[in-house]
């Protein structure tokens, strides 16, 4: 009896664990978020060295096709829940043999390798998934489309948009320990690099660079037990630079040394300009942020106060 | 291959499989809905019976239940009414012909008042044939029909034998080891009738008419020994079942062992059980003391497990009956805790309903002109009129299973290919003009001299500085393909490490990546 209770509860959780995978396959729920509580977006990584035109039709090509793909695989994601219950009541032909006085295993066995093809094409269905592309994916085509107007002819934007993920083992800068011996690792993700010849002959250089620090996990002894506890990994803070150099055409400007709208230590939107320089006929600042996510307009209104020091050369 | 191909090739190659194993189960024959059932006709207590027999023993044209235990020898009619009584001392009994008329007789060894005897019961008119007689204890007793005519043959429980005329005249005298007689049986040697005896200490011997040794050996103590025709040549295989689990057939004519095998477990009963229908040769079905249950071939030369199972406690008998009239037998089998199960030939398990205390014997055969089963248990016998019913057509089953799943895997392959491709994650917008190619290779060129100017500022190092400065060397790469597919001329400035596949600039000694050298 004993044996029998112990193997019906495996065969139960097994079961449950084969429903509930089927149940969440058919209503698309997935993990939400990642081990620090952070919403995973897609990965997407795209390289820049097109006109505004192309690169914006291609970026929403890219998107259309990836919600293709969901959409496509949407439409049957109840099949394996039903394959499921195709399974059971196979399954129930046995039992109402079994009742009948019948001993007989083959619509269980059948049962079974249904709900086997239930989970491959449960699998395949999740492959079809794509997580939602982040908020800077549309925000950086919304900068391109702004500035496409001031594009030199013939020109190209040039750079890439990084959307990998900004705590990539890849992107980590540097490391440093502390007293305890803890490791803290410093990301530094520059997700948008751009290049444009601007058709007042200027040169703009724009990075958008998000830094940030994460403890790693790490296992401590206590004081008081004298337990062994391991600490997860703890995510300590995240800021955005946004490095933009202005290469000024001298035949057309010259360069004001300040200006009321950009100067050092000025907030505009998100930002705060923290370092400056109007040297050898070229802008170059830093804005930072202390916020995670900087929106497409708060770049545009920092390169847009940048422009004020650009004063134009009489005719 | 198209991707819209590769889902329909392996659905295809699993249906192949699915509908292969589906045949192989419907036209084997393994899949079965099958069902025995009993219904008891009549009961009546009788505690721990050691013999019974359905056989004719009144000398009329009907079947008797004929039973006995410790101590009592009773004959039951068709419908369960005693016909005969009799109450004995340390009682053993056998059938046999006694008094030549071609119908069983009952012949009981027991312990009289005036010392070992022997009765009769012929027509349910009991007779002593011989009494006080220079034997032990009884242990077994035997009707042989030797050539030379029929004797009864005495064993006792220390390993003695003592031969009778059928009017009660001792003949001969044997010893076969030192301990209880668990074994006598008529053997078959070129076609003429010989006697097998064991004892449980593990001696064994073939007979001649005069009690002479025609061979002898000795094995592990032995539980059970039984001699059968297995091949109907004329010759007898002898098989026993040893304390230790040791099976041993042995051939009858010279004692040379046939077979043998360990069961792991005492082997508490061997019967003969014709499983597979095929009449010129005979299975044999072993139940160990630990509830295994074993059938075996016999083909002549040797012996071949057909198929094994079990019960959840000894097996205490075993009976071939053929229940569902197909031709075959069933071996009908129970345990010392009153279970009962019905094994089919290709070995599969059905329950009849379990007894509450253990069975002991039992038997087939008409009573009152129908088919019955008849088992024994503990406190009662009871009469069961056994049914068997099938599902027709039911082992084609497998074949409509397969079916189902195929369809389902079909389905499946279908809504697959369906489904298009993820598209690439890593895209590049890139204008093809010249200009635009040479403005790139400038931006490239400037982020490289960036990610070494943060290195060396200190703000990145390690791995993000490579794998920067990786993806950056493989654009640049890119670029320079680009150039060299619109046909614009330029001046390479990378080569791949051939370890890594990295890129790396043209003239570097060392792979920054993996550290292979490089050669160029």
Known sequence: MENFICVGGILLVFVLVIFFYLLNTARKKVAPSNTLGKKDFLPVYISLADKPQSIMLGMDKLKIDVQKTEKSGDKWRWIPMIIFFGGVGLMAVDLLLLLLGYTSFIFIAGGIALWIAAIVMARGLRKSDSQDFAPRYNGTKNILHTLRDDLRPSTTFLGHLDLTGSLLPTKVARTSKDTQDRTTEYFRDEWLALKAKLYDGNILRVSAIQKSKKRKSYTKRSRISGKYKTKPEKFKGTEHDLKVRIVANPDVYTIARTSPTFKHGLNIGKFTVSQLSTEGGIISFVASSPFEEVEHENILQVIQSAYSLLQRKAA | MSRKVIPFVVAFILVCLVMVVSGVFAFSGAVTAEKFGGNVTWSQPYSTAESMKVI???GDDQDELFIQNTSNVTL???????????DYQYPKTTLGDVNGDNKEDIVVFYLSDSGYAVDTIINGETATLAENLSIGLPARVIVVRFASGPQIVLGDSGGGLLSLSLSGEPLWTYTVGS?????????????????AVASHDGALAVLNQGGESIWNTSQEQLRRMRAFDLNSDGNSEIITGGEYGALFVYNAVDGSQMYTQGMGQAVSEVRVVELNGEPSSREFVVGGKDGGVWAFSFDGATSKEIWSGSLSDKVTEISGIDIDGDGT?????GDESGNVAVFTGSGSRNNLDSHSTGITRIDVGKLNGERHVVIADGATVDVNKV??????????????VGVIISAVILLIAAILASIPMKPELKVSFQDKSKESLVA????????????ERLRKSGEVTGDAYLARLKRLRGDLAE??????????????????CPNCGGTLELGMDKCEYCGQVLLS
């Not at chain 2, 039951?76 to 009799?86: E, T, Y």
């Not at chain 2, 037998?329 to 089998?333: P, S």
């Not at chain 2, 049914?387 to 409509?400: C, R």
Request: net charge negative.
């Open chain 2, 56 to 58: 004719n023993l009144m």
């Open chain 2, 76 to 86: 039951f009619d068709g419908g369960g009414n005693v016909l005969l009584s009799q």
């Open chain 2, 179 to 195: 301990e209880e007689i668990r074994g006598m049986d008529d053997a078959l040697i070129s076609g003429q009738m010989h006697l």
């Open chain 2, 329 to 333: 037998e069933e071996a009908v089998i």
């Open chain 2, 387 to 400: 049914n068997f019913s099938s599902i027709p057509g039911f082992q084609y089953t497998p074949l409509v």
């Open chain 2, 440 to 451: 790139e290779r400038r931006m490239l060129k400037e982020s490289i001299a960036d990610v």
């Open chain 2, 479 to 496: 670029n320079e393909t680009a150039f060299k597919t619109a046909g614009f001329p330029i001046k390479v400035e990378t080569i791949q």
